[in-house]
């Protein structure tokens, strides 16, 4: 008899014990990578998705977090950053005004940060150790065509150093990072800078992102889009002033949606000085949406009228854009465009980078780069933020407990520290 009353115990025990860590409960969900906008509860066990349904037991969980009137999505991925900020370099977007990503990512319910070109092939090994491997938030990276990236305009011009077969060496050693390769702020009037980076992309079989820098009559930006860039390439800044959108009639130019149609990805990288609210406001009234909403974020757009990826989107938002779009454009379309699927949707499986949030209701304003300004009547607010299944940001701590409930012991290291009273 001793031995099957013993199996009943075992048995019941582990049956007792929870099935998740966390269970984020009544929210609503919109994971557009799933066809998921509804009422969910969101499971995680083991910094992993392991169900989303409705009606998911609280017993189940060793933690629950109540999420009633708030909206859950997939962490956020921002296309386009700035992050090498460790070469002490003054005023250069590979220096001074790079931003280490943990000091924004988590309260903006970003979870990844693609790297834009700051580093080249020549530095990329110092950025990767002295950012990407120290930081919580996850950092990929695109690689500059210029060698030594963004570390001065001059460098950035140095056809010598467009190696290709460099580059895309240097992609295939840090696949597990790499996402893309760069071209950016090319002064010349020729298209060294774009063809070198995309032999480099087609030798390591990752896309191109283009920052055309300088719009020249020798180079026409629709020639970019309509001729240069293959299937899956990204056009970045695409809200830039000098980007024709119209013609005489106020049409869209017809060279977009036949740019988009051939595969080209069109990403808004903010930046301080690469949104007009005239061409968003045109595009987005026509139909005509981004591929990727991203910031890019350094320390002067975050300052200034960009801010962060929330008040890009609400911006966005204003002018048009549905809410389910916004978060799709944010969350699954960039995972795509980088080739990494498993990032950007909610499924069973799938590392647990989960963004909440509250949708503000109110009278809000939102500047472009240049000081134009459109009035809204919502804005995204985080309210908290999941890394692989850890609470990394909670801005109303949700998932704190009630300090009434610890015991008089709470934060005094034991074996460590000594309470003395007087």
Known sequence: MKAPLL??????????QPAYDLLLKGGHVIDPGNRIDGPMDVAIAGGRIAAVGPAISSSTARKTVDATGLYLTPGLIDLHTHLFATTGVPGAWAGDSSVLPDTLSFRTGVTTMVDAGSSGYRNFEAFRNTVIDRSQTRVLALINVAGYGMMTDALEQDVQDMLPERIAALARKHKDVVVGVKSAHYQRPDWISVDRAMEAGKLAGIPVMVDFGYFLPERPYWKLVSERLRPGDISTHMFRGPVPFLDAQGKLLPYLRTARNRGVKFDVGHGGG???????AASLSQGFYPDSISTDLHTGSMNAGMMDMPATMSKLMALGLPLKDAILLSTWNPAQMINRTELGRLSKGTVADIAVWT???????????FGGKISGRERLICEMTIKDGAVVWDYNSRAADDFKTQGPKTGVREGIDHVISP
Do not use: E, K, Q, T
Not at 274 to 280: E, I, K, T, W
């Open 274 to 280: 690469s949104l007009v609210m005239r061409n968003a």
């Open 7 to 16: 199996i009943v115990l075992l048995a019941s025990g582990a049956a007792a």
């Open 359 to 369: 949708l503000a209701r109110g009278a809000f304003g939102f500047r472009d780069s």
